[in-house]
Every structure is written in structure tokens, then in C-alpha cells.
């Protein structure tokens, strides 16, 4: 399990991202940006966060820690600003922080990523399906000279899917993937090195060890597959299919 901490002030909404996260200081003293279980994209957005964020961990690539982030009634009751004090009202009881890295700045290339860290960052974006990572919208950020991988919420996004549509691993492990505006493009001549080297960690394993880190609570019911237990599985399955046909989806390097 994630450690468990307590929200204890709301210090300011970063309206530069898409979902209005937030810095929130917590009960361990740390600082974390609070992503909201109440924001437009809802639960499953937090467990990409956490899946991704763990395989990312796994594969070297460095990225914040996580913990489960108790949000009580009394800071959203005492938020001044409207849009913020909604957000937090619907997001009461487990968020997700992510912790703060103080005075990073977003990657922009002055900070080159070595060829491994790029290329692999690269490759665990075409598994997930993350096109979150663009020039316009790096997601990634440089804290003491080295690049820091954030915001997986909009991989997986297979999973949005779920509530109507039973899980189709076969149609994700043959879904190809769009770099063409990718980050790290300069990287993916090394791709197939580094599936080679990459593929033997993302086992079923390392998938359960890592869902065992989300709440039950977090995780919807999707077509066929009713409890937490049976979705994490599904998880696992979308996620090795997809590992065993890289011909669909690793991305080729641009000629
Ligand atoms: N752990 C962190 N440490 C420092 N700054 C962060 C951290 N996480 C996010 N940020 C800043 O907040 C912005 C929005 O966060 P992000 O996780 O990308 O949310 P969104 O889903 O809204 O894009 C980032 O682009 C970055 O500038
Ligand atoms: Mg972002």
C-alpha cells in the first residue's frame, strides 16, 4: 500500500495544467501536488497515475513518490476561490499526491535526457498509450539536472471505455502509437534495444505488486469484471498482450 497522509492546507491551484491539480501541504509535513479524485476524468485517471507511475519506477525513469492523500471537509469548507472550493467539495475522502519537487521547471531541451532515460521514457509512453508527453506538453520536469517523469493520467485510457464495453486486450496490443510529436523522438532509433531490455521487467508480477498500491475504493466495475481483484487483472492482461506485438506499436525512428 501507498503511506496514507492527511491534507492539512490547500496553498494553491496550478492552473497551468489540464485538471487543476493543487499543492497541498499533509500531515507528514511533505508537500504534494493533490491530483483530485473529483476532476473531469474521475477515479481511473489516478489509478494510471499510480500503474504507470510504478511501472516508470521499474523501469529506472525517474518520478515523484505517490501516497494516498486524505482530503477532510474542513480545508474544501474554508477555499476562497469558487472553481477551486468545487473541486475539493467533490473530492472529499482519498486523492491522489504526488510529492512536490520544489523548484523544477518543465523540461524544454536546454537539459538533454541521456539516450536510455529518453528512450526508455519513450517506450513505456507507446506501451501505455500515454500522448501526454509532447514539446507543448512535456510532462516531464528537471529537478537537480536530471528529467523527472510525471503525469500518467491519460495513459491507459483503454480503461474510460470499460463502464460500456467489455476490455479487449487484442485490440489494444494491436493499436498502434502516434510519437510523431513526442519528446523523446530523437530517441526511438534505440527502441528496439530497449524493448529488448525493458519487456523482461513489466511482468504479471510486477503489474499485481504495483495495483496492490491502489485503494479498492479506486477501482470501477468494467463490463465482465465485477471486483477489484478481477479489474486488476484485466489490467495486467491489456498490458502483456500489448508487450508481445511491439511490431504494432513501437514507434519507428523518423527518416
Ligand atoms: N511533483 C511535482 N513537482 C513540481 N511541480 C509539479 C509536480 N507535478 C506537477 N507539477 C506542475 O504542475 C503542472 C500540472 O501538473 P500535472 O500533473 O501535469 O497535471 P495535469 O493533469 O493538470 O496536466 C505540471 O505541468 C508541473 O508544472
Ligand atoms: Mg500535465
Redesign the pocket.
Known amino acids: 500500500m501507498l503511506p496514507h497522509v492527511q491534507a492539512t492546507r490547500f496553498v494553491v491551484p496550478?492552473k497551468?495544467?489540464?485538471?487543476?491539480?493543487g499543492v497541498v501541504e499533509a500531515s507528514d509535513d511533505g508537500t504534494y501536488?493533490m491530483?483530485f479524485r473529483g476532476a473531469g476524468q474521475g477515479l481511473k485517471v489516478l489509478v494510471a497515475e499510480v500503474l504507470v507511475g510504478g511501472l516508470a519506477r521499474r523501469l529506472g525513469i525517474r518520478t515523484?513518490d505517490l501516497v494516498v492523500m486524505d482530503l477532510p471537509e474542513s480545508i474544501a469548507k474554508y477555499e476562497a476561490d469558487e472553481e477551486v472550493q468545487d473541486l475539493l467539495t467533490a473530492s472529499l475522502g482519498t486523492n491522489l499526491g504526488?510529492?512536490?519537487?520544489?523548484g523544477?521547471f518543465?523540461y524544454n531541451g536546454s537539459r538533454p535526457a541521456p539516450e536510455d532515460e529518453g528512450a526508455a521514457i519513450l517506450w513505456l509512453d507507446a506501451l501505455t498509450a500515454n500522448i501526454?508527453r509532447t514539446w507543448r506538453?512535456p510532462?516531464l520536469?528537471v529537478w537537480h539536472r536530471t528529467t523527472w517523469a510525471?503525469?500518467h493520467?491519460a495513459s491507459l485510457y483503454f480503461h474510460h471505455s470499460w463502464p460500456s464495453k467489455a476490455p479487449s486486450p487484442e485490440r489494444f496490443a494491436a493499436q498502434r502509437f502516434d510519437a510523431s510529436d513526442h519528446v523523446m523522438l530523437e530517441h526511438a532509433v534505440a527502441l528496439p534495444a530497449t524493448h529488448e531490455r525493458l519487456s523482461p521487467l513489466v511482468t504479471r508480477e510486477a503489474i499485481a505488486e504495483i495495483l496492490a498500491d491502489v485503494p479498492d475504493e479506486w477501482i470501477e466495475p468494467a463490463v465482465g469484471h465485477a471486483t477489484p481483484a478481477e479489474v486488476r487483472a484485466v489490467y495486467a492482461d491489456m498490458l502483456l498482450a500489448r508487450l508481445a506485438t511491439p511490431e504494432a506499436w513501437l514507434p519507428e525512428a523518423p527518416r
Open positions: 496550478l497551468e495544467g489540464g485538471s487543476l491539480p501536488v491530483k515523484p504526488v510529492d512536490f519537487l520544489p523544477a518543465d501526454d506538453n510532462n520536469l510525471i503525469d493520467g
